[in-house]
């Protein structure tokens, strides 16, 4: 039994690691996988969030040629972000290991971290029926930003960013930050209407007029929003 609630004392204390990793190889289209996390892009730069397991492999591959870039053992702590590179041998080089001292802006959060352990700065919070979400800080938001862009369809970018904001909250000025990677208005319409309900100052959903290309997607998000 003690062992048991020692287990679920550090789960509830602990934050999921992060892990940043960059590929010094050609340029070209790599496809990796971290826990159960798969990330596509032409960069060579991937993040991987809310890593739970501790340690798992990182597998990269090349697109075109399926040429294994990189199987390497990676340990990622609690309460960590690990950023390193795979070298020109396939090898994992650390580069950085920072504390992360915020508690996830993924995850609902739990006020008892915050009560009990000084040492982790208090979000802001925005009380959405009974539960309360942390509003995202400007720095986590541009690492999502990044991440967002880095898909190359908007089909991506749109699934990304919604199951992303339903975790957390944002401003009206983030979101509009968003819709602004879309290609299409289209999509920067779904968007919008999406993440109307996890806005935390929908007083400022005036900003996305400027999102769209055409006054017909701004006039059918107003005509959303005014039967909310």
């Known amino acids: 039994m003690i062992p048991t609630l020692v287990a679920m004392f550090v789960f509830m204390t602990s934050q999921a690691g992060e892990l940043y990793v960059k590929i010094n190889s050609t340029p070209g289209s790599y496809y990796a996988t971290f826990e159960n996390q798969a990330v596509y892009n032409n960069s060579g730069i991937f993040r991987f969030f809310e890593l739970i397991g501790d340690h798992s492999n990182l597998l990269v591959r090349h697109q075109v040629s399926q040429q294994v870039m990189a199987n390497v053992h990676i340990s990622v702590p609690y309460n960590q972000r690990v950023i390193g590179e795979i070298n020109t041998f396939g090898q994992f080089i650390l580069i950085e290991s ?3 001292n915020y508690i996830s802006w993924y995850a609902q959060q739990n006020p008892f971290v915050v009560q009990n352990h000084p040492g982790i700065c208090p979000p802001m919070t925005h009380p959405i ?100």
């Open 98 to 100: 920072q504390p992360l």
């Open 129 to 228: 029926g009974m539960m309360s979400y942390q509003q995202l800080s400007e720095a986590d938001y541009q690492a999502f930003l990044e991440h967002v862009e880095d898909e190359v369809f908007d089909s991506g970018k749109l699934a990304t960013a919604q199951n992303f904001v339903k975790k957390t909250r944002m401003s009206a000025e983030q979101i509009k930050g968003i819709a602004d990677v879309f290609t299409f208005d289209e999509s920067r319409l779904r968007w919008a209407k999406f993440a109307y309900d996890y806005c935390y100052n929908p007083a400022n959903y005036y900003k996305l007029d400027d999102a769209f290309t055409f006054s017909s997607n701004r006039d059918a998000l107003k005509a959303y929003i005014a039967k909310k």
